[in-house]
């Protein structure tokens, strides 16, 4: 009888290898190295930086796409200014690694107006012998935010390890997109409870008045709705 003969040792270049100690020193050294050279990179003068970026502007002409009749009047303007605190972080990395945390100073302005295109035939009456007007005027409205780029800036950015090696190699134009909206909603809201819309009523009516008092009118009255 013929007995099968044991199963031969493999060799140990066959052997499926584990990942082990030095291949997480090896990692943890490259990201070390390319944190370092990231580092020395942005601390080079301009004219030596490999990765020195040159500005063109290449763009066209602006195109006039279309003209609109303004029936309105700026009553009143509120500048504002607000710090937008954004912080990301990873579910499950501390914030060294993968996070980041940004603070941002958004200023902007934002008008009040009132609208007179949509001001009817009966709006505006006076008495026999022209001495007395009334006039029905609508409330005053707040205008959507105008950010001022030239006033708004990155007070303080803290970011992991990652987000500094990915901010190297590609922009995020969303993130600053994101920031802008943001400060641009807390200051629309600042802006309706300012009481900026008041004053633009107040405003007007003050104008109003002026302007009839020069025409010749001895009493003006200026009538709003009862709620804006």
């Known amino acids: 009888m013929v007995r099968p003969e044991a199963p031969k040792d493999e060799p140990a270049s066959r052997r499926p290898r584990r990942p082990g100690m030095r291949s997480i020193a090896f990692i943890v050294v490259l990201l070390a190295l390319a944190y370092a050279v990231l580092q020395a ?15 063109k502007d290449r763009s066209g002409p602006a195109v006039l796409r279309s003209i609109q009749n303004i029936s309105r009047y700026e009553a009143a303007t509120g500048d504002f ?9 990873a579910s499950f990395l501390p ?3 993968r996070g980041q945390r940004t603070l941002f100073v958004g200023t902007g ?3 009040a107006y009132v609208d007179f295109s949509h001001l009817g035939n009966g709006a505006v009456t006076t008495d026999e012998k022209r001495t007395s007007v009334t006039i029905r005027l609508p409330h005053a409205r707040l205008e959507n935010t105008n950010l001022d780029p030239k006033r ?5 950015q803290q970011r992991g390890l990652f987000d ?12 600053q997109q994101q920031l802008y909206t943001l400060a641009a909603q807390k200051i ?5 409870s300012s009481g900026l819309a008041g004053r633009a009523d107040t405003n007007t009516k003050q104008m ?3 302007l009839m008092r020069g025409l010749g009118f001895k009493n003006v009255t200026v009538i709003y709705p009862t709620s804006p």
């Open 81 to 89: 200014q607000v710090i937008v605190d954004l912080e990301k972080d």
């Open 188 to 192: 629309q809201g600042a802006a309706g």
């Open 95 to 97: 914030g060294s690694i």
């Open 152 to 156: 708004s800036y990155v007070f303080a």
């Open 164 to 175: 500094r090696i990915g901010d190297f190699f590609s922009s995020n134009p969303n993130q």
């Open 41 to 55: 990179v942005h601390a080079l003068p301009h004219w030596l930086d490999p990765f020195s970026e040159k500005t």
């Open 208 to 210: 109003i008045m002026n």
């Open 109 to 111: 302005s934002v008008d």
